[in-house]
Antibody, heavy 117, light 111 residues
Framework: EVQLVEFGGGLVQPGGSLRLSCAVS????????ISWVRQAPGKGLEWVSI???????YYADPVRGRFSVSTDNSKNTLYLHMNSLRVEDTAVYYC???????????WGQGTLVTVSS | NFMLTQPHSVSASPGKTVTISCTRS????????VQWYQQRPGSSPTTVIY?????PSGVSDRFSGSIDRSSNSASLTISGLKAEDEADYYC??????????FGGGTKLTVL
């Protein structure tokens, strides 16, 4: 069964840092496609990053240079490292995965990040 | 980069058929696969169509996807509308630099 579980969200001050985790079962993080997508309160979906098999990661312009992705293959977990957080980064962050070569995508339940003083 | 434009809202009565459009602003709609996601209130999104017209296992065949090169758009059609179909729907595709692009979302109301 495919399962994506995000955790690590919370309240952080502007300029602060946070690390989100996406624990994956049913996929292999180093082999498959995994994205982060966020949704600000009352707004639409916004792409954050995508990591392809082989480890290549691409970032959306608003987060490039501040966010980075890493993986722990032993835990089959993907991490989103968020630095220099801004109020506008406040959102629910979703982990989204699909098998290599397919875009039949599975979504996690999301984790809320609130950036506020 | 390009944008995907969706209508803000659509509505239809139970049992009817509704179509949601997703128009690509530049470049061909056929260049990259289009996915469609359903998000019910208070829930995370789920995939209802991938790779233009493919349906994930478990998704009702009342959902269908297509692309139209002449209008440079993709469409999601829901037939035999049910109350449970009331949700926000998002289209998504990729650009040539492996970036994802989302449409703004369409709120479907079942009257």
């Amino acid at each position: 069964e495919v399962q994506l579980v995000e955790f690590g969200g919370g309240l952080v001050q502007p300029g602060g840092s946070l690390r989100l985790s996406c624990a994956v079962s049913g996929f292999i993080v180093r082999n498959d496609y995994i994205s982060w997508v966020r949704q600000a309160p009352g707004k639409g979906l916004e792409w954050v990053s995508i990591t392809y098999s082989g480890g290549s990661t691409y970032y959306a312009d608003p987060v490039r240079g501040r966010f980075s992705v890493s993986t722990d293959n032993s835990k089959n977990t993907l991490y989103l490292h968020m630095n220099s957080l801004r109020v506008e980064d406040t959102a629910v962050y979703y982990c989204v995965a699909s098998r290599v070569g397919s875009y039949d995508r599975h979504w996690g339940q999301g984790t809320l990040v609130t950036v506020s003083s | 980069n390009f944008m995907l434009t969706q209508p803000h809202s659509v509505s239809a009565s139970p049992g009817k058929t509704v179509t949601i459009s997703c128009t690509r602003s530049s470049g061909s709609i056929a260049s990259n696969s289009v996915q469609w996601y359903q998000q019910r209130p208070g829930s995370s999104p789920t995939t209802v169509i991938y790779e233009d017209f493919q349906r994930p296992s478990g998704v009702s065949d009342r959902f269908s996807g297509s692309i139209d090169r002449s209008s440079n758009s993709a469409s999601l059609t829901i037939s035999g509308l049910k109350a449970e179909d009331e949700a926000d729907y998002y289209c998504q595709s990729f650009d040539t630099t492996n970036h994802e692009v989302f449409g703004g979302g369409t709120k479907l109301t079942v009257l």
